[in-house]
């Protein structure tokens, strides 16, 4: 089974979400007086979250267009 880089930015991301349902609390009425400031919460944890998860996915798409690239010279190498 292969590793996902992206997966620790993704599971901070869901750790996140379920602050926030956390955070929103149990009383309905309390909704409206707690949303602001869940979602900013909420939003400033998913953007700490955007730099590590395009590092990792670069590093993927990088290792795919290198095997990829790889490939090809070796197939022209054949053909030469």
């Known amino acids: 089974m ?3 880089p992206a997966a620790p930015a993704l599971i901070e ?4 979400v379920q602050q ?3 955070n929103l609390g149990t009383d309905p ?3 409206p007086v707690k949303f602001p400031g ?3 919460v909420l939003l400033g944890q998913i953007e700490l979250q955007i730099p590590v998860l395009a590092s ?6 990088q290792s795919q267009i290198n095997a990829k690239i790889a490939s090809l010279i070796s ?6």
């Open 2 to 4: 292969s590793s996902n």
């Open 13 to 16: 991301v869901l750790k996140a």
């Open 20 to 22: 926030f349902v956390t």
């Open 29 to 31: 009425a309390q909704v």
């Open 38 to 40: 869940a979602v900013a």
């Open 56 to 61: 990792s996915e670069l590093g993927a798409v």
């Open 75 to 80: 197939s022209l190498q054949t053909q030469a």
